[in-house]
Every structure is written in C-alpha cells, then in structure tokens.
C-alpha cells in the first residue's frame, strides 16, 4: 500500500538513499532539506526511474524552528495523509569539551537536538491532528554510551532524540496507529563521514546497504534496531555493558 513519507535531511547521504529506496516500494515522498539544487536533482533521479510517483519538495533549516512547523503543516495539507516522518537531518561536528571550541557544539547541540525536538514536536502535532502516524529517529550507536572528545556533544545529542522517541512510545502505548522507531546506525558511508575509508575502517558499509536494512526495520515497525544488525547488534551490549576499560579500548 502506498505511504506517504516526509524525510529531512534529504539531500543527500542516508536521507537521499531512503527516498530512493522508499520510491522502490512504492512510497510518494515529502522531502526537505536546506540544499533545495540536490533536492531537485534527487526528485528528478527518482521520477525518472518511478513516474509514477509524487515527490513533493521544500526548503528547510532544522534550526529555524518556525519553519520547521510550517514545512510540515504545508506537507500534511498537501497530502491526504502522512504516514511517516523520519526525523534524519543533522551535524556531525564536535570537539572536545573545554577546548575553546564551544561555538562548534552549541551547533551541533542546536541541530542535532533543539532542531529534533522541533521535528518531533511538528511530526506528533501531525499525527495527533489525524489520528495516528510512524515517527522514526535516525540516532546513533553513539547514543548508546557517553563518547570521548570530539564525539561528546554529538553522542548526546543524539542520546536526546532517542529519549524524545522513546517517551513517546511509553505515552503512547496501547494506542492504536501510533509507531515509533529508533534507529542506531553504525559506520554506514555517507557525506557525513566522507573522510573516512572503508580501508580505513574495515566496520564501514556502503550507503545503499546500510540504508537497505535502515528501510526493512522502518518498514517492519521496529521498535530499535542497530543498524546494519551485524556487527552492531552484538557490539551494542558491549557498548552498554562494557566495563569502562575494556570501553575506552573498544573505541
């Protein structure tokens, strides 16, 4: 059954590989993004593949909280219905804390939390509003553990919007229609992490497979998944659980 889906972030990295794979099974697609050029280009990839598909567009900052509710609220008018919001944009700087480099976490911090909340926030206004809908949260598996140096702030950060998401599913529970997903990826190649190799990390998958299993759990309604599960799913015990040695080793 055709769904409708709005993802942020959708330019380009994991949110531009769901919208492609999301198209493949026969979803239309609400994308935003702040770079509208890659949108068009994205959208213009797609149709050209599945005509038959309705891909609307909108520019969006995950900052400018006010857009954020309007970009939303104009998607939800546009279709008759949104089945799912993906809460994907976000930074992946940082630095080490008390390092000077304040400025570089506050807005990781700004995007990659308050910019959440202000999706999550626009999303459950939606889903209220019609009865029901599946919010997903691309977090981390850094979100699993607090992280050393320069991945602090951004571990946390993406602590938070796993908490946001779970919440709502304590809420919500026993109510029909409402689903909520959580999603930890691991090293998955994307623009984000550009820099690195897979020779230079040998845990490090291509964007088309780690989305793949990305998409099976969202489409499945799980309620987390580690992503791709091997080897993140036995990794994420040890993330959890690892006396703190053996942690600082493992990472």
Not at 63 to 70: C, G, N, P, Q, R
Not at 236 to 246: E, G
Request: net charge neutral; proline share 5%.
């Amino acid at each position: 059954m055709t769904q409708t889906i709005l993802i942020t972030g959708a330019s380009s990295g994991l949110g531009a590989e769901m919208a492609r794979q999301f198209a493949v099974l026969g979803h239309d697609l609400a994308l935003c993004a702040r770079r509208t050029d890659r949108l068009d280009e994205l959208r213009a990839e797609i149709l050209e593949r599945h005509p038959e598909r309705r891909i609307e567009l909108s520019a969006l900052d995950v900052t400018d909280h006010a857009a954020v509710f309007a970009v939303f609220r104009d998607f939800a008018g546009a279709f008759p219905r949104i089945d799912r919001v993906v809460v994907n944009a976000g930074l992946g700087a940082g630095a080490p804390l008390g390092t000077g480099q304040f400025e570089a976490n506050r807005e990781t911090a700004l995007t990659n939390f308050v910019g959440a909340l202000a999706q999550v926030e626009a999303a459950m206004e939606v889903f209220r509003a019609q009865g029901g809908g599946h919010l997903v949260a691309v977090a981390s598996m850094s979100a699993l553990r607090g992280m050393p140096k320069s991945m602090t702030t951004y571990a946390a950060t993406k602590a938070g919007l796993a908490h946001l998401v779970e919440g709502l599913r304590t809420e919500f529970y026993g109510k029909p229609g409402f689903d909520f997903t959580v999603l930890y990826p691991g090293y998955i190649a994307s623009e984000m992490n550009a820099g690195v190799t897979a020779a230079e990390n040998k845990m490090m998958v291509p964007t088309e497979k780690g989305v793949a299993e990305m998409v099976t759990a969202i489409e499945k309604k799980r309620a987390s998944a580690c992503v791709p599960r091997m080897p993140w799913a036995p990794v994420s015990v040890l993330m959890k659980h690892a006396p703190l040695p053996v942690f600082r080793k493992m990472i």
